[in-house]
Structures are given as structure tokens and as C-alpha cells.
């Protein structure tokens, strides 16, 4: 411990100079040789990989890929131009992760309860306060992102624009409610039409349910097994990660030059700062109007939501965020139901993240919106947003599919992904932490909430 202390602050020392000395030699006219310079910048950056060495964390790692793909993207773009092929492929992991995690989790939550009529009755106001919280998350993303305009004033080199798009049909409501529905499961999988996915799990789920306990069984331990074996599936892909995001950064800033990070942490800071503002404005307000303790509240969720941070990934905190959740005094049935539901129906910080992205790649492409064209977005992006599943950077599939549905090119997406285990660090936690709250409503509504073991919370017990 103290030797990686000893590291972290050896890099902060060393990033610190020569960002100083970089700025002295820029503004000052010093004009020192690129031979000295070079080895100056890969001076912290191999501080730092000596710390994600003794650090052994996939989230150090993710950080030191960041920094170690914008040099590279600097001094060798002729190489880094070639490197897009990396992240394409993480992408591709990514999406065969969804309809098997979706399943599994989903079926395994609703088939795992007797009272199909308390289901049925949690199951319709979850929902509603799902869309209700979810919709001011995404307009919330929409007014932050307009107000910033990040993504304009990029100069995108001419080669990054050409390319052949693919061809968009619009589409009415008639035709939006109608793709919520499948037709054919095995071709909804291959398509990757997540909400198609979510709607047959559930129905599935459902129907699990109410069979006899010797149809039942067999069939929940398959889904419970499959959710195991697909959370292990996920923490595989998730090593692929630091290649991934080294690869996108490296090739962003070859292609476009460190300009292009202005814009990006333009993006990142818009993130942040809106996902603030909406435990502040939403959250918070909800807390008080149903009389919860908040600090013990904040307690019972700093702990999973600090793991979701951390890793990236909302299914790391899930045992401890039920865990707690109980203690806090939420009933255990509804914690098992409403948890697993929200990872399809609930995720605030990606739905308002899906918003701010969709209006950056616009802006990034040079193309304007109008407002009513934004609404119609959201609106889509209310119906596709669902099927996330709290995946790690799933939203960028859905985020692709957007682009397609509204005519965007898709090369802005790649970009965000330099920076994108910033961003789904904050949202991931935003997601937890929303779906821990949105456990007090429905047991707070269901008149099952135990105000009093939220009062006197006692996380070290064991139950």
C-alpha cells in the first residue's frame, strides 16, 4: 500500500510538471526538441502503469489506457489510424452478451414469485414510475446538452465523413409500437432488438409462473444458471476493456489531433454535472415526499453504488445493493422483483446519458436538430433505452442503432468510446442508485415498507 501511494503521487508529480513545462514551452516560444519531449509525456504515463501494476484493478488499467492511447494517438497516428478495428470488435462482444443476460435475469425474477397478482400489481407500478423517472432523465440529459453544446466546432477531416450510411426508412408511432413486439425471437436476437427481447422474457417469465412447480423448477434453475454463467461472461469481455478503450482514444486523436478532447471532456463534464442535478432535482425531492431517512438511505446505497463506480458494471453490485436494500427495510420479494425489472426499465444515468449522446454525435457531424426532431429522439430513445439491461456499454449499440434511425453518421460513436469508461462509471452508479430508490417506492405504495429498520439501519447484521 504504501509503495502504490508512493506511485500515485510520483505520477501526480511528474503529470503535474510536465503539463507545466508543455504549457511553458507552448506559450513561451521555448521550442524544445520533439526527442526531449517525448520521453518528457511517456514519463508519468509509465509512472502510472507501474501503479496499475501493484494496483491490479481493471478500472486503473482502464485510466492508464486512456492516458497511454492519447499519446500514441499522438505520436504515431499513421498506426493509430489502423487501430479501429479493436474497438469494433469489443462492440461485437458486447452485443452477444444482451439476449442471454436479458433473459435469464428477467425470467428468473418473475417466475421466482408465487403471487402472480402482487407481480402483476408491482409490475404495473414499477413501470409507471420507471417511465416517469426515466423520462425526466432523458430531458434533463436533453436541456444540459443543448445548453453546453458540446460536439460543436470540431474540424472532422474530410475522410472520417465519407462512407456510405445505411438506408433509413421513417417511422410513424404505429410503426415504433409495433417493433416492441417480436415476431420471431431467434430473429430478434440476431438483430439485437433488445426491447423485443425484454417483452418476450418477460411474457416467458410469466408463463413460467404459472405452470406446476415440477415445470417450474427445472426451468428456473437453467435461468438462474444462465445468469451466473452470463455475469461471467461479461467480467471476460470486461478484460477486453483497456485494449478497447486505448484503440478508440489512440485512433481518435490520430484521425482528429488532440482537439477533438476539448470537445470530448466538454462531454464528460456536461455528464457529470447533469447526473448531479438529477439526484438533486428527482431523487432527493422523492426521498423527502415519502419521509425516508436520508442519510441512512445514502448509507445503504454508497456501498453498491461505489462498486458499480468502480467496476463499471451494475451486476458486481447487485447482491449488495439487495442486501442492503432488505436491511433497509424493503421486503425481500419486492427488492428481488423491482431490482432485476429496473436493469431493462430504469437506468436514469444511461437514459440521460443516451440523450446528451445522441445530440453530441449531431453536433460533432454538423447537424442541426430541430427541436421538434429532438423530441421525436427522446421519444425513441424512451422505447430502445429499455433493453440496456444494465450491460457495460451496451448503450452504445443502442446509441448506434439511434444514429441509423435519425440519419446520423456512426463515426462520432467510436469517439465517445475513448472516453467512455469515464462516462459509464457515473452512470452505472446513477443507474444503482436509482433502482435502489425506486425499491422504497414500490414498498413505500404496496404499504409494505419497514420506516422503522430504515430508521435504526444496522448494515454490519446478519440475517
Known amino acids: 500500500m ?117 407481480v402483476g400489481r408491482m409490475g404495473w407500478k414499477s413501470l409507471l414510475y420507471f417511465e416517469i423517472v426515466s423520462t425526466i432523465a432523458l430531458f434533463i440529459g436533453l436541456l444540459a446538452i443543448n445548453i453546453s453544446g458540446a460536439g460543436h466546432g470540431v474540424i472532422v477531416p474530410a475522410a472520417m465523413t465519407q462512407g456510405t450510411l445505411p438506408e433509413v426508412h421513417s417511422q410513424g408511432w404505429r410503426d415504433i409500437v409495433l417493433h416492441v413486439f417480436p415476431e420471431n425471437i431467434a430473429k430478434s436476437i440476431a438483430e439485437g432488438q433488445v426491447l423485443q427481447i425484454v417483452v418476450f422474457s418477460i411474457l416467458f417469465g410469466i408463463a413460467v409462473a404459472m405452470v406446476k412447480e415440477q415445470y417450474r423448477a427445472p426451468m428456473l434453475r437453467f435461468t438462474g444458471s444462465l445468469t451466473a454463467v452470463m455475469f461471467k461472461f461479461t467480467n471476460m469481455i470486461m478484460l477486453f476493456a483497456p485494449f478497447a478503450v486505448f484503440s ?23 455528464l457529470y454535472v447533469s447526473l448531479i442535478a438529477l439526484m438533486i432535482l428527482v431523487f432527493l425531492p422523492i426521498l423527502v415526499f415519502l419521509k425516508i431517512p436520508i442519510r441512512n438511505f445514502i448509507r445503504a446505497v454508497s456501498e453498491p453504488a461505489t462498486i458499480a463506480f468502480a467496476t463499471t458494471s451494475s451486476e458486481s453490485a447487485l447482491p449488495r445493493a439487495i442486501e442492503n436494500m432488505e436491511k433497509f427495510g424493503v421486503p425481500g420479494k419486492i427488492v428481488a422483483f423491482v431490482i432485476p425489472t429496473g436493469y431493462s426499465f430504469n437506468l436514469d444515468g444511461t437514459t440521460l446519458y443516451l440523450a446528451m449522446a445522441s445530440i453530441f454525435v449531431a453536433n460533432m457531424a454538423g447537424v442541426h436538430l430541430s427541436f421538434e426532431t429532438q423530441i421525436i429522439m427522446m421519444v425513441t430513445l424512451m422505447l430502445t433505452s429499455k433493453g440496456v439491461a444494465g450491460v457495460p456499454r451496451a448503450s452504445l449499440v443502442i446509441l448506434l442503432g439511434t444514429a441509423a434511425s435519425f440519419g446520423l453518421p456512426t463515426w462520432p460513436i467510436f469517439i465517445i468510446l475513448g472516453i467512455d469508461e469515464l462516462m459509464d462509471m457515473a452512470r452505472t452508479a446513477t443507474n444503482v442508485i436509482g433502482n435502489c430508490l425506486a425499491t422504497v417506492v414500490i414498498a413505500r405504495w404496496e404499504g409494505e415498507f419497514n420506516l422503522e429498520k430504515a430508521k435504526n439501519l444496522d448494515l454490519e447484521s446478519e440475517e
Open 2 to 118: 504504501p509503495s502504490q501511494r508512493r506511485l500515485l503521487l510520483g505520477f501526480l508529480i511528474s503529470f503535474t510538471f510536465v503539463i507545466l513545462f508543455l504549457l511553458i514551452n507552448h506559450y513561451t516560444g521555448l521550442n524544445a526538441p520533439e526527442a526531449l519531449l517525448i520521453p518528457l509525456r511517456w514519463l508519468p504515463i509509465a509512472i502510472f502503469m507501474l501503479y496499475a501494476v501493484k494496483k491490479k484493478s481493471l478500472t486503473t488499467w482502464i485510466f492508464f489506457s486512456m492516458l497511454a492511447g492519447v499519446e500514441f494517438g499522438y505520436d504515431l497516428p499513421v498506426v493509430a489510424k489502423e487501430m479501429n478495428l479493436v474497438s469494433q470488435i469489443f462492440i461485437h462482444l458486447v452485443k452477444t452478451i444482451i439476449a442471454p443476460l436479458l433473459f435469464g435475469t428477467l425470467v428468473t425474477g418473475i417466475a421466482g414469485h408465487a403471487d402472480l397478482k402482487q
Open 248 to 270: 478508440a482514444i489512440a485512433y481518435s486523436v490520430g484521425h482528429m489531433g488532440l482537439e477533438v478532447l476539448l470537445n470530448l471532456f466538454q462531454l464528460l463534464a456536461t
